[in-house]
């Protein structure tokens, strides 16, 4: 492979260079909306060898810097620090602890200041 090219895969934090066996075990989204109003989605992506992509991106956040936190039903399953009316994280990687793995049909809600979003989690 052309070494550019390499080096371009290795820090895309969306492309997941696979063995030709391994096969997607998860593959969901979860948009937020509060009321009427959308302020973006969760993406979450996994392989049965481990290596998982996730991304959330959100907009239109109360200004401040209060984490942003994700619950499941009444529990805090994840929080992620953020800086002004934006919340854009992409990673890849393997799996582990930090970032559960969701569920098709689970209801999400996204408290971030006095800002509250509810999502369901659906098939992307």
């Not at 997941?16 to 998860?26: E, F, Q």
């Not at 992509?53 to 984490?67: A, N, Q, Y």
Request: glycine letters at 8%.
């Amino acid at each position: 492979m052309f070494k550019w090219l390499r080096k371009k895969v290795a820090d895309s934090p969306s492309l997941v260079v696979l063995d030709k066996d391994t096969k997607k075990t998860v593959d969901l989204e979860c948009p937020f909306k509060a009321g009427d109003a959308y302020h973006g989605k969760l993406k979450q992506d996994r392989w049965n060898d481990g290596q998982e992509r996730f991304s959330i991106r959100l907009h239109d956040l109360p200004p401040g810097s209060d984490p942003v936190k994700i619950y499941r039903g009444y529990t805090l399953v994840a929080e992620f620090e953020r800086e002004g009316p934006k919340l854009d994280i992409r990673q890849k990687g393997m799996a582990d602890d930090k970032i559960p793995e969701f569920r098709i049909g689970e209801r999400l809600q996204i408290e971030v200041g006095g800002l509250k979003c509810d999502g369901i989690v659906r098939p992307d």
